[in-house]
């Protein structure tokens, strides 16, 4: 029997909450939209922890270092929900990724994958554009950070954003078994929305993984660092066969607010990697100057 499951990923929205009661309220219903597609795995985009930047108020979700803050201080109420979510359905949900502050004043762009069995894996964000590095003052997160999370039914690794862009990260997480990639991502104009799912077909082709792409959508103008949000989810596949000839598993409508659902079969997935019309993952190492480089290391969530 093939090994199939059915994957979310979310066009979110940014709401202006007035209370931390709204935001679980928000984030339970969005659950239970997926789980009524029978979805496994829920995938939530960068930097939407960023509408808990009103919970402080206008003034503070309108300064940004004092969002940045408002959001640290709050991530904590952020994993208290998800991972109550994530037990109580028998799902794993990557909670959208937010600003941690950290004790010498920096901070890191943090995603956390909430697994049923109640462990909770962490990734930082190590590719930083522009504007995270200035004005944002967020600095990259340790290279050692680089992992695979073994959910039991699959093998996942997480890029953010910017990160999908550059191919040996992903390279990385595919060599250390990763069988789908995601890539939360947080974009302000079309050309971002297109980068980063240039960068999902591309890093699908080249490993012949699964990769998912989850955006925040919409305008949040209460919020000046995130104003503006251009995207659509997606879920792709090498280009080969048994998959859509494009590669395009699932695609959303853009800046709509949805849930994009698609169905994955891993074992052809493996069958593709040795028997397709092409082997990009295993003919990686004939590219000259191609390896090795350090790899990711494996983290059991089960």
Not at 192 to 202: H, I, Q, S
């Amino acid at each position: 029997m093939s090994r199939c499951l059915v994957i979310a990923a979310a066009q979110y929205p940014l709401d202006e909450l007035q209370s931390e009661a709204q935001y679980e309220d928000k984030i339970s219903h969005w659950v239970d939209d997926a789980l009524a597609a029978d979805a496994k795995l829920l995938v939530f985009p960068e930097y939407g922890a960023m509408e808990l930047a009103a919970l402080a108020g206008p003034e503070v979700a309108a300064d940004l270092q004092g969002a940045i803050d408002a959001v640290s201080e709050r991530m904590e109420l952020q994993a208290a929900v998800h991972a109550k979510l994530a037990a109580a359905h028998g799902v794993t949900i990557v909670a959208a990724s937010g600003p941690v502050r950290h004790g010498d004043g920096s901070a890191t762009n943090v995603a956390r994958v909430f697994h049923p069995s109640g462990k909770v894996g962490e990734y930082a964000k190590l590719m930083m554009t522009p504007w995270e590095r200035d004005p944002w003052k967020v600095r990259a997160g340790a290279a050692s950070g680089l992992q695979v999370f073994d959910l039991g039914f699959a093998r996942v690794g997480l890029v953010i954003c910017y990160d999908i862009e550059f191919p040996l990260l992903s390279r990385a997480l595919a060599e250390a078994g990763a069988e789908i990639i995601l890539a939360p991502s947080n974009t302000e104009t079309e050309h971002g929305y297109w980068r980063v799912r240039t960068g999902c077909m591309a890093r699908a082709l080249e490993n012949q993984v699964y990769t998912v792409h989850s955006p925040t959508v919409g305008p949040a103008p209460w919020c000046p660092p995130v104003e503006m949000n251009v995207g659509a989810a997606g879920v792709y596949a090498a280009s080969d066969k048994g998959f859509p000839a494009g590669g395009v598993m699932a695609l959303g409508e853009l800046n709509k607010p949805q849930w994009v659902f698609a169905e994955v079969d891993l074992d052809l997935l493996a069958e593709v990697r040795q028997s397709g019309g092409v082997q990009t993952y295993n003919h990686w190492y004939e590219q000259p100057g191609a390896g090795p480089f350090p790899g990711a290391r494996v983290t059991d969530l089960t």
